[in-house]
């Protein structure tokens, strides 16, 4: 898997497939998710919807948050679907736990009821690449699911930019202030290029979209992605798109 998170087919395959014109090269291998929500229902729900998909697989489940660093050391999936409110440890709590693990940790997408600016906020702080409401049709997750194993965000532009507001709101003037030229001051170790990927980031873009406004190809948008990650010690898109926004980039 590479840095954005996806897979490839085995360099094996795709020797013989070159080797051979005949022989196709292996298709990508089945995006693995882990369900984490205290209710049943909701899992069998879930684990129905993504085998539907065809090309994503459900590698475990866990009815508590206590559970998801183990399920996870295990079962090695590449996205976990994360409730928020459940007995002992929740949602946020797991998410921050499995981000201290560093490299290797999966993408978290919170599945939830809760929409509340704060727990959006803490919940993105905390590691998730994406946000959903429990109401979002099932294309959507399917959709939202592909994205993160890809390394990227799941929010719309709408919501980058409520987050951004509602962290504003909660400063004064000179913290704002203060923390824009932070922003700033970080943002100058990229490259003109990367930090005009970052802006675009902010404003809640796929890959796809950011190499057609920016004209380059996916592949160097996904490099130029984990070249600011890395250069910035940030752990996914959305940490990127807030750095971006307190710049006044986004």
Do not use: C
Not at 67 to 79: Q, S
Not at 160 to 181: C, F, K, N, P, Y
Not at 194 to 214: F, M, Q, T, Y
């Amino acid at each position: 898997m590479d840095r954005d998170g996806e897979r490839a087919p085995s360099p094996a395959a795709n020797r013989q497939a070159a080797a051979d014109p005949g022989v196709s090269a292996a298709p990508p291998a089945a995006v693995t998710v882990l369900l984490v929500d205290d209710d049943p229902l909701v899992r069998a729900g879930l684990r129905l919807m993504l085998r539907g998909a065809g090309d994503l697989e459900v590698v475990g489940e866990v009815g508590d948050g206590a559970g998801v660093v183990d399920a996870v050391a295990r079962l090695r999936p590449d996205v976990v679907l994360m409730d928020i409110r459940m007995p002992g440890v929740d949602g946020i709590a797991a998410t921050r736990a499995l981000t201290a693990r560093g490299g290797g940790a999966p993408a978290v997408i919170v599945l939830t009821t809760f929409d509340g600016d704060a727990t959006v906020l803490a919940a993105l702080r905390a590691g998730a690449v994406g946000y959903l409401l429990k109401h979002t049709p099932p294309e959507r997750i399917v959709e939202a699911v592909h994205r993160a194993a890809a390394g990227e965000a799941v929010l719309s532009p709408a919501v980058v930019r409520t987050l951004v507001d509602h962290i504003a709101a909660q400063d004064g003037g000179s913290a704002r202030a203060g923390r824009a030229e932070q922003a700033r001051e970080r943002l100058a170790l990229l490259t003109e290029r990367e930090r005009e990927v970052a802006a675009a980031v902010a404003a809640g873009l796929s890959n796809v979209e950011i190499s057609e406004r920016l004209f380059m190809s996916v592949g160097t948008v996904k490099a130029h992605v984990s070249s600011a990650l890395t250069k910035l010690d940030l752990t996914n898109r959305i940490h990127l798109a807030l750095l971006a926004h307190d710049a006044g980039e986004g």
